[in-house]
């Protein structure tokens, strides 16, 4: 890896290439009954899974999306160097719990909803650092954010229609350094930002901010504009969020909105599915990474795309205490030629 | 960075040298007053550090800690490409936080209380990979940490001996590739361990395992023996989980004692301060190497040394359910000259 301008890592290059060996998404029966739900590797009948909590549901949906992204890539655990993996919930013990049966070294990630980009970036750091294979996981559920974030199910509390549907999913990505389709090309780390939101039902604002700081910086640090990519897949910032990230754009005279699309309104159908602004949660742009953008992308329906997911740095304490909700976003570069 | 036997990542070689820049330690009270309390470059009067509550002063410890390193360093924020942190806190918030004012590109890092290590490790393998400066921060602070995960203060619950007492303490390492001591050598990258322990009060038996792993494969994977080192640092197993690794080092005729201390047992005196099994927190550790062992190196007293840093990968809703708790364990070799 070489650094350009701030934050901004170049993956592949002349002399090395970074690439995706193989991916899977898991998702949940709701997941799998939206517009995306025939790309999927795996869509469970129920939210359960077969398991008495709702956080090892959880883990078991992310061995699910490692195990069949191994298969996928004809690979087995001891191929894999190292596993990065996050998620949503206390201590991302679900991550530690899915890692304790992976036998894998284990560096565990934090970067809320935005996690799967920086697993991704992690792992790719470390495929081109080590000519290696390394996993990038993360997952979230329905129910056992719900719990820990706002309010117990069974409690039934309206949510306000800037609210979002924590999605039931997970997605894995093996990256190695084979020089194929997709490449990993760059990555862009992102800054925290904050835009002042309080309000815990209002995600979409907090990171809109921090996804238009990180694109911004990954265009003027690898000489880009919008024209130049074919998607650009924020994740996941809902309706409201989105509407946001174009007008920061356009009021600087960029224009993403031909080009853009986001994680969290691609997943659920929001006219037949009750979901408010959109989906999010770490599982949520994962599993579109992983089930929808990828193939995508190494088929050469996308030939360059971003994958910019989203995360709102927020601890329940910390709002409680009247603070505002920090924003992060990290940008992946993807392409299906090598550039 | 390259890769040698399962989970050893070469930071300083032939070709590259990778080293601790600056660093700074900044600790409560109670840890100013133990033995190594003139070590530190910062001792706080109180617990709060005129902050209203214990998450805005644990912020404020590793502000404090970041700063102080950044000029020990002669350096500023602008010099800085990476920013990783984190933190005991749900959602890593404290680092979150602190990042927010970094204006650093940022990597949210969860490995409990092995924390130090790992990002120390990650700020290595950046700053070999980027030709830059790269910080590694972690804090704890006993007030916000037991309201979490065990009880809040105010209820004046009972501690049982093997329990360990979070440290109120941060430090910060600056990495960079100068070839000057003390040089970062190599990292293990840990594995998660779980020996059964469902005990949220002794988190030392719950780590052992994973420390004693790390430190296998450490010497395996690079031709070594205890003897080789003259200082092998665990933190924080505690006097409980370090009377276990020696004894499962001693049961395969490998003895580190002569070697090894603990950083949650050199941070405080036992016989005057209550801390029952010793010290823990991401603090703990984080602190005794800023603070101590690194100056140790810097001067020479030692030559090579590693810093094994160990975190029980427990979740309070994970406990409550009957579950074990997984530990973890990342291993930095640190040593006085370039081998």
């Known amino acids: 890896m070489t650094q350009g301008k701030k934050g901004t890592i170049t993956l592949t290059d002349n002399e090395n290439t970074v690439s995706v060996h193989s991916y899977a998404a898991a998702v949940g029966k709701m997941e799998g009954d939206g517009p995306l739900g025939s790309y999927f590797d795996y869509v469970s009948k129920g939210a359960q899974l077969g398991e008495p909590t709702w956080e090892k549901s959880?883990?078991?949906?992310?061995?699910?999306?490692?195990?069949?992204?191994?298969?996928?890539?004809?690979?087995?655990?001891?191929?894999?160097?190292?596993?990065?993996?996050?998620?949503?919930?206390?201590?991302?013990?679900?991550?530690?719990?899915?890692?304790?049966?992976?036998?894998?070294?284990?560096?565990?990630q934090y970067g809320a909803c935005s996690t799967m980009a920086q697993t991704l970036a992690m792992a790719g750091v470390f495929s081109r650092g080590n000519n290696s294979y390394c996993a990038a996981i993360t997952s979230s559920h329905f129910c056992s954010a719900e719990r820990q974030f706002r309010f117990p199910i069974n409690y039934g509390g309206v949510r306000p229609p800037t609210a979002q549907w924590t999605a039931t999913a997970a997605g894995c990505c093996i990256t190695g350094t084979e020089d194929k389709s997709p490449y990993l090309s760059k990555a862009t780390i992102g800054i925290v930002r904050d835009m002042g939101e309080k309000d815990?039902?209002?995600?979409?604002?907090?990171?809109?901010?921090?996804?238009?700081?990180?694109?911004?910086?990954?265009?003027?640090?690898?000489?880009?504009?919008?024209?130049?990519?074919?998607?650009?897949?924020?994740?996941?910032?809902?309706?409201?969020?989105?509407?946001?990230?174009?007008?920061?754009?356009?009021?600087?005279?960029?224009?993403?909105?031909?080009?853009?699309?986001?994680?969290?309104?691609m997943l659920y159908d929001r006219n037949?599915?009750?979901?408010?602004?959109?989906?999010?949660?770490?599982?949520?742009?994962a599993s579109v990474l992983c089930g929808y953008i990828l193939p995508g992308v190494?088929?050469?329906?996308?030939?360059?795309?971003?994958?910019?997911?989203?995360?709102?740095?927020?601890?329940?304490?910390?709002?409680?205490?009247?603070?505002?909700?920090?924003?992060?976003?990290?940008?992946?570069?993807?392409?299906?030629?090598?550039?």
Not at 222 to 248: A, C, H, M, R, W
Not at 272 to 285: F, L
């Open 200 to 265: 815990a039902n209002n995600m979409g604002a907090a990171m809109a901010g921090a996804a238009y700081d990180s694109l911004s910086r990954h265009f003027d640090n690898t000489n880009t504009t919008p024209s130049d990519y074919d998607g650009i897949f924020t994740g996941d910032l809902g309706q409201v969020g989105s509407d946001i990230l174009k007008e920061l754009f356009i009021k600087e005279g960029r224009d993403i909105s031909m080009v853009h699309n986001d994680c969290g309104l």
């Open 58 to 108: 959880e883990s078991k949906l992310q061995k699910y999306a490692f195990d069949m992204a191994l298969r996928k890539g004809q690979l087995t655990r001891e191929d894999v160097s190292f596993y990065f993996a996050g998620d949503l919930l206390n201590q991302c013990t679900v991550s530690a719990y899915s890692a304790r049966e992976s036998n894998i070294p284990y560096l565990g």
């Open 298 to 339: 190494e088929s050469g329906k996308f030939k360059r795309i971003l994958f910019a997911a989203t995360g709102a740095l927020m601890s329940t304490t910390f709002v409680q205490q009247g603070e505002s909700i920090p924003g992060i976003s990290h940008v992946v570069e993807i392409t299906h030629e090598r550039i």
């Open 272 to 285: 037949e599915q009750d979901v408010h602004a959109g989906g999010s949660g770490c599982g949520c742009s």
